[in-house]
């Protein structure tokens, strides 16, 4: 039994880069970029008017408060003029700033009557005007490759023309339940029976990074566990299982891995819950496996501390820092193993994150995961944890 920073990096060491290719724009939205983005041009591009008024030059204007209006410029029109400096042009936000003016009052300091505008509000000269590269320079970096893509980010690329984009190759993944007491998530349950509710878990769990899932079921038996993973193996760049990694007299995964030629690189973490997590890969046909245990909040714990962290990894994707939460009451503990507590979350007054001890049931009791909303890890070496001290969180929700 390892402990978990140990199994951490031993997840991370073991990613691995699925390769790049090109899709729209439109479709990027939780892909992680491969390629840096740069301006085609400054940005704004051009003088831009940031709201619907008059254009004067200021140095004229400030000698009378009656401007004839000259014409009228709206976004879109190519660049217009102020030929005579004694009069304004109105102007609508968005638009080019017309050659001959240098300051936009808006129309709710202007009257404007009779083809006359009359400011009647002071201001400053180059107001409300948004300065061409004020924003960005031409060629300046703009997003860089491992960004993993928001609306902002396609936002950007529209403005910059990328019609189509540089993204992470998604890996063919299956997440595989085992086991004779599950029953599919629309069948009637004997008494004996459950539903298989960790493999949607777990397909939710990577729906955030577009990753596209087939599933499966195994039944307890031996020859079929191995000639299905023959299959998947060859099929898949992961292997997500649930079940079956345990001592149990039916737990036959790790034996059917091995007997496949998969290498073990650990079995069993000294942490709660999760202790029984196997990993490993198939060098020759390229495969990586994560064998969680089945009792769900095992299974839902270890995705979120390896699983997601090994694939954001893997996509190219920058693993964000931790936040750390306040222990909000005393916590006793006394295994020496890591300890993975679900909590709520509330936040003070002053913005510090306050963690609430939500103890369930076990690893097996699924439905105390809706009273938290993130796990918090303490430390083995130690059986009391103090209220008011500083642990860190995973963030489930």
């Excluded at 769900?296 to 714990?301: A, E, G, R």
């Excluded at 076990?362 to 303490?378: E, Q």
């Amino acid at each position: 039994m390892i402990s978990l920073a140990e199994a951490y990096q031993i997840v991370q060491d073991s990613t691995r880069h699925f390769g790049v290719e090109t899709i729209p724009l439109a479709q990027g939205i939780g892909r992680v970029l491969q390629e840096d983005w740069h301006g085609d041009r400054e940005l704004p591009p051009y003088d831009r008017i940031t709201m619907d008024g008059i254009a004067i030059h200021y140095d004229t204007a400030v000698q009378s408060d009656h401007l004839p209006v000259a014409g009228i410029v709206a976004a879109g029109d190519p660049q217009s003029e102020l030929f005579d400096a004694t009069q304004c042009l109105e102007v609508m936000t968005g638009a080019v700033l017309p050659c001959g003016c240098d300051t936009i009052i808006r129309y709710e300091d202007v009257e404007i009557a009779d083809g006359v505008a009359r400011i009647n509000a002071p201001y400053k000269k180059g107001q409300n005007i948004h300065y061409r590269g004020e924003d960005r320079a031409k060629g300046e970096l703009l997003v860089t490759k491992g960004t993993l893509l928001s609306a902002s980010e396609i936002g950007v690329g529209a403005s910059i023309g990328k019609a189509l984009i540089k993204v992470s190759r998604l890996p063919k993944t299956i997440i595989i339940s085992t086991g004779n007491e599950l029953v599919e998530v629309d069948e009637q349950p004997a008494a004996h029976q459950i539903r298989r509710s960790n493999v949607y878990r777990l397909q939710a769990s990577l729906q955030s990074f577009n990753v596209p899932v087939s599933t499966a079921h195994l039944i307890d038996n031996e020859e079929v566990v191995f000639e299905k993973l023959q299959e998947y193996l060859r099929d898949f760049d992961v292997l997500i299982l649930s079940g079956g990694v345990s001592k149990g007299k039916f737990d036959f995964l790790p034996t059917a891995l091995d007997r496949l030629g998969a290498t073990k690189l650990f079995h069993r973490v000294a942490q709660r819950p999760g202790k029984p997590f196997w990993f490993g890969q198939h060098s020759e046909l390229e495969a990586t496996i994560f064998a969680l245990p089945g009792n769900p909040v095992s299974s839902f714990m270890c995705s979120q501390v390896y699983l997601l962290d090994w694939m954001r990894t893997s996509l190219g994707e920058r693993i964000p820092d931790r936040p750390c939460g306040i222990l909000q009451s005393d916590v006793e503990f006394k295994p020496d193993l890591t300890y993975f507590l679900e909590v709520k979350i509330s936040y003070d007054k002053n913005g510090r994150i306050l963690a609430h001890p939500k103890k369930g049931h076990g690893s097996g009791d699924l439905a105390n995961l809706l009273h938290g909303d993130a796990f918090i890890r303490l430390e083995r070496g130690q059986t009391h944890f103090a209220a008011g001290t500083v642990h860190e969180l995973f963030f489930y929700r």
